[in-house]
C-alpha cells in the first residue's frame, strides 16, 4: 500500500494538491476535514445517516459521500485511481449539495499507468437542493485495456443550475456511460460530453427529464472516432411540462476503421414545450488538410489542431 501510495503522489497530488478525497484501487489514503463540509466513505456514511439509503441502491463497498452544507472558499477536488493490475472498482457516489450553495467540484479517474486491465463501475447521485448550483468538471484517462461503467443521476429542486463537463483524455478498451438528469421548476442543465476514441467501444447514453414548469437543458457532444472505435450515443430530452430543450450532437471520423452512431430522441408529453436537435457526422476535408500544410503543418500536427478545435467547439 505504501508504494501505491508514493506513486499516486508523485503523479496527482503534486499536480491537483490539495485533494479533498482520494481513494487508489480500493483503499483511501486521505479525506480533508472541511468547516461546513462532510466528506466519509460511501459505507460510512450508510451507517452513520439513514437518509443516505434512500440514494443508495445498496449498501456501499466503496466510493464517497460528500455533503455540502455551508458555502465552500474554494473548488472540492476528488481523484479515483486505478494502480495495479486486474482491479475492480464498484463505487457507489453521493454528493448533496444544501439550498442556495455555489461548488465547484474537479472530479478526476483514471490508471496510473497503462496495461492495467481495470474495471471501474460507478454508481454516482448528485442532489441540489433548491436554489443550488454546481459546475462539476469530471476528467477520465484510462488505458487501451479497461472497462469502464460511469452511471450518474442528477437531480435538479426548483431553481437549481448544473453545468457538468464530461471529458475523457484517453479512452479504455470499453465504455459504457448513462447519465440522467431530472429537472423540477425553472431548474436547468448545461451537459457537455466530450471523447476522442481509439481502439474503442463505447455506449454513451444521456437523458434529460423536463419534469415540471420552466425547465430547460442543453445537452452537447463533441465525439470523435479514431483508429478501430466503434462509438454508439442516444441521447433523449423528455419534456412533460412547459419547458425548453435542445440536443447538440457531433461526430468527427477520422479513420476509415471507425463508426460513429448518434440517435437521438425528443419526446415531447406538453403542448407547450420546445425541444430541438440537431445532429451531424462528418470527417476532415482534404482543404482543410491542404490549407494547414500550406502553414508548415504536416499531416498528424494538422489533424491533431482540427480534431482539438472540433472538441473545443
Keep these: 500500500m505504501k508504494n501505491v501510495k508514493n506513486v499516486a503522489d ?3 497530488k503534486k499536480l ?7 481513494q487508489i484501487n480500493n483503499q483511501i489514503p486521505e479525506i480533508c476535514e472541511l468547516k461546513g463540509i462532510e466528506i466519509l466513505p460511501s459505507k460510512l456514511a450508510w451507517e452513520r445517516y439513514s437518509w443516505t439509503k434512500k440514494y443508495f441502491s445498496k449498501k456501499p463497498k466503496s466510493g464517497y459521500f460528500i455533503w455540502v452544507k455551508e458555502q465552500p472558499k474554494s473548488a472540492l477536488f476528488t481523484c479515483i485511481s486505478i494502480a495495479n493490475k486486474n482491479i475492480r472498482q464498484e463505487l457507489q457516489n453521493l454528493l448533496v449539495v444544501e439550498k442556495d450553495l455555489k461548488v465547484e467540484l474537479q472530479g478526476a479517474c483514471n490508471v496510473l499507468k497503462k496495461n492495467l486491465a481495470g474495471i471501474h463501475q460507478t454508481q454516482g447521485k448528485i442532489i ?3 436554489g443550488s448550483v454546481l459546475k462539476y468538471n469530471h476528467i477520465h484517462s484510462w488505458g487501451d485495456r479497461d472497462i469502464i461503467e460511469p452511471d450518474y443521476e442528477f437531480f435538479l429542486e426548483k431553481k437549481a443550475k448544473i453545468d457538468y463537463n464530461y471529458k475523457i483524455l484517453s479512452s479504455p478498451k470499453l465504455l459504457k456511460t448513462k447519465t440522467l438528469i431530472t429537472l423540477l421548476e425553472n431548474s436547468s442543465a448545461n451537459i457537455n460530453i466530450v471523447g476522442n476514441f481509439s481502439k474503442t467501444k ?7 427529464i423536463l419534469k415540471e414548469r420552466g425547465a430547460s437543458g442543453i445537452v452537447k457532444l463533441r465525439l470523435v472516432g479514431s483508429k478501430n472505435s466503434e462509438i454508439t450515443a442516444h441521447s433523449q430530452i423528455k419534456a412533460q411540462a412547459e419547458s425548453k430543450g435542445h440536443l447538440d450532437c457531433q461526430g468527427l471520423l477520422i479513420d476509415k476503421t471507425a463508426k460513429i452512431s448518434l440517435i437521438p430522441e425528443l419526446i415531447c408529453e406538453n403542448k407547450k414545450a420546445q425541444i430541438t436537435h440537431e445532429a451531424s457526422i462528418g470527417k476532415i476535408s482534404e482543404e482543410e488538410l491542404s490549407y494547414l500544410r500550406t502553414r ?13 478545435g472540433f472538441l473545443e467547439n
Design 128 to 130: 441540489l437542493k433548491q
Design 296 to 308: 508548415g503543418l504536416n499531416e498528424k500536427e494538422a489533424i491533431n489542431l482540427i480534431v482539438n
Design 16 to 22: 491537483y494538491a490539495p485533494v479533498d478525497y482520494y
Design 10 to 12: 508523485r503523479a496527482y
Design 202 to 208: 463505447a455506449e454513451i447514453r444521456e437523458s434529460l
